[in-house]
């Protein structure tokens, strides 16, 4: 049972480079996010989508950019990346919302470093 | 927004030992969920609790809505139960296509010795 895959799990990025991360899920989730985690901290929204071809925005949405054009598939975009954005990142995906029993499964992190 | 505390930041714990950990929350919730983040970073869905009482084996958990507050209980713990436990709640209006936002707290990190 594959789950939440996300790509690459470790990456080192110098500042003002952009990259993308990669998150596919095969349960057929309509809802997908991305959070990022800095340590010592608890996870912080930054994109989600409720369906192919809606995104909206987070807490944290500055420098990243999402689409979602398949049920599948929810890649996260760094633009100019910033020795800010060194943290780890979370895709994760759920079928339903909170009112329906709403369980979210997270991928395993990708950990990324700027410099 | 909402916000959550969650205590005791640190717990060190003898195996076999009990525990309870706490988080309180400032606004109504139609959504709360606890997690283990195990010492890998693996992120585990432990239980979807917005109000009442639930068990699975060693743990269970209890969310008191009307008071803000949600316990979770880890009995006979075991050295696999180290971690950090995070409660994140949710407070949008379910719309069927609005807003879904989990805010998380900053966790308990628990450590559990032989």
């Known amino acids: 049972n594959a789950g939440v895959t996300q790509t690459p799990k470790f990456h080192i990025l110098k500042i003002g480079q952009s990259m993308t991360l990669q998150c596919t899920q095969d349960m057929n989730h309509n809802y997908m996010y991305w959070y990022r985690q800095d340590p010592g901290m608890g996870l912080k929204l930054i994109y989600y989508?409720?369906?192919?071809?809606?995104?909206d925005k987070g807490e944290v949405p500055n420098g990243y950019n999402v689409s979602r054009s398949t049920t599948e598939d929810f890649p996260l975009r760094l633009e100019l990346a910033a020795p800010s954005q060194t943290s780890v990142y979370f895709c994760?995906?759920?079928?339903?919302?909170?009112?329906?029993?709403?369980?979210?499964?997270f991928g395993e992190g990708s950990w990324l470093t700027v410099v | 927004g909402i916000q959550v505390e969650q205590s005791p930041p640190d717990l060190i714990l003898q195996e076999g030992a009990n525990s309870t950990l706490r988080c309180n929350f400032s606004d109504s919730v139609n959504n709360l969920q606890w997690f283990h983040q195990n010492p890998w970073g693996q992120l585990i869905n432990l239980f979807y609790?917005?109000?009442g009482t639930k068990q699975n084996g060693r743990l269970s958990a209890t969310t008191v809505a009307t008071e803000r507050y949600s316990l979770l209980y880890i009995s006979s713990s075991q050295t696999t139960d180290s971690g950090v436990y995070f409660c994140a709640v949710e407070t949008g209006i379910y719309s069927g296509a609005g807003s879904y936002q989990l805010t998380f707290g900053k966790g308990t990190k628990l450590s559990v010795i032989p």
């Open positions: 994760a995906s759920s079928y339903a919302q909170g009112a329906y029993g709403n369980t979210i499964y």
């Open positions: 609790i917005p109000s």
């Open positions: 989508s409720v369906g192919a071809g809606i995104t």
